[in-house]
């Protein structure tokens, strides 16, 4: 599968937007703002990479995009997660569990 | 991950147009981020600048979310048609379980069709289109000495050419000099076939020894005494011992008085070797070169160039003048091996081709009558948004699911068919499975394709009832009627001609079967009641021959078949006994001769011919065949004495027609000595095929043969006294054997195996149409009145009596039959010829068995139309109005 160069760090974006996605449906911009709350601006994530990402989970079955109304009326594509999305959720976060801890294991000394 | 499920019904929303989609999202994006920026206190221009600049490269954000969202909805469309398809079938299984009946009968149907359809092919693919197990067999040819099949009257002798020439036209000569060998057993000695055979015989067919070896090059050189025997033989006389290569046994041949009496076994043929002659329980080495009646073409050189070639070469070698109407001629192998079965054949597979038609159209207008019940759920399908094609999709897979099963089981049973009754086969048609009874099942990719052309045919059987139901369904759907049950629009449920087609298609080809299997019928019934001209009941016979190391010439053969005659007469259970050669079947068809007389020939006349016997004198008694003039050979007409000859009626009136045949004076042409007639006897029956000859019988002693067939007339059952007349054959000479020893009925039989076989396989093949087509025309009137209870209601309100009623179904009825049966007659009259040489007795074109056949459809077709007029005149005016 083609990555986008611009991905934070191999599939941790993909793991962003699912775990944004478990808490509620969001359009894009949703996802967007959300994540750059949480993490106090550290993560700025360029908008084109988070669509082309939405794009290809909602094609792999991870999330399902669907047109809807906002608060403020207007017509807008929300996202939310599939079964299949939570399960990858699930399984990429452990994944990313003991990516963290390996790298914490490197750095900090014994 | 497995691919995600989605609901059409979000999809049909979703799916309007995907490049939009992704431009209304950004678009939602930039305008967002930028009101948040205004918020922030920039002016509206900057805001909308930051936000694009922000989202970073739109053009191929766009381009990628574009191309991502086609590839989902083109992975969606498969997975949708591949839930259609299964939906589909799980539809159809559902529809079948809803009416089992139905199912099983459409399925049975098809089923047994496919399965004899599939036997059929079987055997005319074992026959005609798989090559006979030779190397090279494209290239294999039997030499013929005569431009045709036919017996040609003036064809030279060939005799005294030297046949080496034949290696400058083929690549291979196939040489042999068939023999009958016997083999000396312990207790009993056995007759069996052989011949002498060349080189050729090996690598050409591809025969080689399984044990032991094959024959050296300087055993083809010199006489030598050695001989490889059948792995049949092999079995009767030797157990399979394994030691057996290298021993003598003790062999006599018939063909040749140096013919060696111990020869030693260097080999066994392996038990799958195959000829299209039986002459293969002892083959012995030939040394010179003769004729050969087969040859392998070189590669590249076609049949016609080698034949030209032969012709060219052979016809200066001839002494004295040729007729120019004669030449050689080459003929493939197997055509020449399958030529006299090709029509029993083509027969079996038009037949089972024709029944397989049949239940298909019975098939498909079953589907059609149950278009009522079907438009119902049809419409209710088109109501909630299926496509017309999306309701034949689903039609159709009902039909392949049906046609699917019922290929496999056809597949299965014919297979299992072929393989249970293959060896039936050979001895009902009179020629053995190329390369034995085992070739006979069919292969997996055989009967793959059975099933894809079954569920091909079941899917154009099930197609047509499809589109004219949806057409209907589609086009009413508006009216909501039918969603009542049937109600209104009588007419338009199904096409009637259509409906009307099926029936007349399965009319006109049931007519044809019934006429084929109503001819061959009749050509059983000539068979068997054409008097045989003597009697074939209580006589028991066996085929023997002298071989010509004890009896070398004429005066030896004369008082060995005297011997052997006294011995079987010296028995008290035996009647009487008589030599006769070929027998009276003619199982070794001969050549007839031209009998030619005195007042002749002319130069267009080359004699008349006449099936020649050589017989003994008591063979007119034996055979209980009538003397009608003159006398019966005598003891006195022996070698010194001047020949003798007896003719047959047809014979003596053909030559004579208006004096007394005794005493007239013949000869047959290529003979020069003068014959007397002395007596004139009744016609026997010529065999079937054969071109009608009359008969012309020589005085055995003066005509002596190693080779004739012992008849003997007994008392009681002829199958007991086969050890009797074994027994008296071993006390005339303790080393000669008998081959094919039984009843004399035996030969009867076979003469007419072929046909009955034929005649019995088309009959099922005629009566399962028959059942079929009269099934079908039941349910074709019995839809038509379902679908007019309206109008004869009407009609009987309004004072239609019960005869008007009836006429009005009856009409229908005979309309369709009548049709059915004028094309069933057209079609007849041009597929008949092609069992024409099958058939005996009996013209192609028959009006009895024509007319028959038209009053017996006729008659079924009125019984089957009897249900539903009775249904016709017991409607009930007031209760369908009120139903209305």
């Keep these: 599968m083609a990555r986008d160069p611009h991905d934070l760090l191999y599939g941790s974006l993909d793991l962003l937007i699912l775990r944004t996605l478990a808490w509620e449906a969001m359009h894009g911009y949703g996802i967007s703002s959300f994540i750059r709350q949480r993490t106090a601006g550290v993560l700025e994530i360029v908008d084109a990479a988070l669509y082309k990402c939405l794009h290809r989970l909602e094609r792999q079955g991870f999330i399902e995009g669907e047109w809807g109304i906002t608060d403020e009326n207007r017509r807008a594509k929300f996202y939310k997660l599939t079964p299949a999305g939570r399960a990858a959720l699930r399984a990429e976060t452990n994944v990313w569990k003991q990516y963290v801890d390996a790298v914490h294991k490197v750095l900090e000394p014994t | ?884």
């Design chain 2, 1 to 884: 991950m497995p691919p995600k499920r989605y609901r059409p019904l979000f999809r049909l929303g979703f799916t309007r147009s995907r490049a939009a989609d992704v431009d209304d999202e950004f678009q939602f994006h930039l305008a967002m981020r930028a009101a948040e920026l205004e918020r922030h206190g920039y002016d509206a221009a900057r805001a909308r600048e930051i936000a694009l600049t922000q989202f970073g490269d739109i053009n191929d954000a766009r381009q990628f979310c574009r191309a991502e969202d086609e590839r989902r909805m083109r992975e969606y469309r498969k997975t949708l048609h591949l839930d259609n398809v299964r939906q589909d079938i799980v539809v159809a299984v559902r529809a079948m379980r809803r009416q089992p009946a139905f199912a099983f009968s459409t399925i049975l149907t098809l089923g047994i069709a496919i399965a004899l359809a599939t036997s059929a092919y079987g055997v005319v693919h074992a026959y005609i289109v798989r090559p006979l197990p030779y190397p090279d067999a494209d290239r294999v040819v039997r030499v013929r000495t005569t431009p045709t099949a036919d017996p040609f009257p003036n064809a030279p002798r060939l005799a005294g050419i030297d046949w080496s020439i034949a290696d400058s036209v083929f690549a291979v000569t196939v040489e042999w000099n068939l023999d009958a060998f016997t083999v000396v057993g312990s207790d009993r000695s056995e007759s069996v076939y052989g011949a002498w055979v060349s080189p050729g015989y090996f690598t050409a067919l591809g025969l080689r020894p399984a044990v032991g070896r094959s024959f050296t090059v300087s055993e083809f050189a010199t006489d030598q005494p050695v001989a490889i025997i059948s792995d049949a033989l092999w079995r009767r006389q030797f157990n399979r011992d394994p030691s057996i290569i290298g021993r003598t046994m003790r062999i006599q041949s018939g063909e040749r008085a140096d013919g060696a009496e111990q020869v030693t076994v260097v080999g066994v043929m392996h038990p799958d070797a195959w000829h299209t002659n039986r002459f293969t329980d002892v083959l012995r080495p030939l040394t010179t070169r003769l004729f050969p009646p087969m040859a392998v073409l070189r590669p590249g050189m076609s049949m016609r160039e080698a034949e030209d070639r032969l012709n060219a070469i052979v016809r200066p070698l001839i002494p004295g003048t040729v007729d120019p109407a004669w030449r050689m001629s080459l003929v493939g192998v197997q055509e020449d091996y399958t030529f006299r079965i090709r029509p029993t054949l083509v027969a079996l597979l038009g037949g089972a081709v024709f029944l397989l038609l049949i239940a298909g159209a019975s098939v498909a207008g079953a589907q059609t009558a149950r278009a009522a019940a079907r438009r119902a759920e049809i419409q209710i399908r088109a109501a909630l948004g299926a496509s017309r094609g999306r309701i034949v999709m689903q039609l159709l897979t009902e039909a392949l699911v049906v046609a699917a099963a019922a290929a496999t089981i056809g597949a299965v049973v014919g297979g299992a068919a072929l393989a249970t009754f293959g060896s039936l086969v050979g001895r009902q048609l009179g020629a053995a499975i190329p390369g034995g009874d085992g070739r006979l099942a069919l292969g997996a990719g055989i009967l793959a394709l059975v099933v894809a052309s079954g569920s091909v045919l079941g899917a154009l059987f099930g197609l047509l009832p499809a589109m004219v139901i949806t057409r209907a369904a589609v086009k009413h759907q508006g009216l909501g009627s039918s969603l009542g049950g049937g109600k209104g629009t009588a007419r338009s449920a199904t096409s009637p001609v259509l409906r009307r087609g099926l029936i007349v298609t399965q009319v006109a080809f049931t007519m044809m079967l019934l006429i084929g299997a109503g001819l061959m019928g009749r050509t059983i019934l000539a068979i068997a009641t054409t008097p045989l001209g003597f009697t074939d009941e209580q006589v028991v016979k066996g085929d023997m021959f002298l071989p010509s190391g004890r009896y070398p010439d004429a005066a030896k053969q004369r008082a060995g078949a005297e011997r052997v005659l006294e011995a079987v007469a010296s028995d008290p259970a035996m009647r009487g006994a008589a030599i006769s050669f070929p027998d009276p079947f003619r199982t070794f068809s001969l050549n007839p001769s031209r009998v030619i007389t005195d007042r002749g020939p002319t130069p267009a006349d080359s004699g008349r011919p006449a099936a020649g016997f050589v017989v003994t004198p008591s063979y007119f008694d034996v055979m209980e065949i009538p003397l009608l003039a003159g006398r019966a050979f005598a003891i006195t007409d022996d070698a010194a004495a001047p020949r003798v000859v007896i003719v047959s009626q047809r014979l003596a009136t053909a030559l004579w027609p208006n004096e007394s045949a005794v005493g007239q004076r013949v000869r047959v042409a290529g003979d020069s000595i003068w014959a007397s007639v002395v007596g004139v006897v009744g016609e026997i029956r010529e065999p079937v095929e054969a071109t009608p000859t009359p008969e012309i019988y020589w005085h055995l002693p003066q005509d002596p043969v190693p080779l004739f067939t012992l008849l003997a007339r007994v008392g009681g059952d002829p199958a007991d006294a086969v050890p009797l007349l074994q027994r008296a054959v071993a006390r005339a000479d303790n080393l000669l054997g008998m081959a094919n020893v039984g009843p004399l009925t035996e030969l009867t039989d076979r003469a007419m195996r072929r046909h009955r076989a034929l005649a019995s396989v088309l009959s099922v093949f005629a009566l399962l149409a028959l059942g079929l087509a009269m099934l079908g025309l039941y349910a074709s009137l019995a839809y038509v009145v379902t679908q007019r209870r309206r109008e004869i209601a009407i009609r009987v309100a309004v004072g239609a009596d019960s005869w008007a009623i009836r006429s009005l179904v009856l009409r229908e009825g005979v309309a369709l039959v009548g049709i059915g049966l004028l094309v069933g007659i057209g079609l007849s009259l041009a597929l008949t010829r092609l069992i024409a040489s099958q058939l005996y007795g009996v013209t192609p074109t028959d009006p009895g068995t024509f007319a028959a056949i038209v009053v017996l459809l006729g008659a079924s077709a009125l019984i089957a139309s009897l249900a539903p007029i009775r249904q016709a005149t017991r409607v009930q005016p007031a209760e369908i109005m009120r139903g209305d």
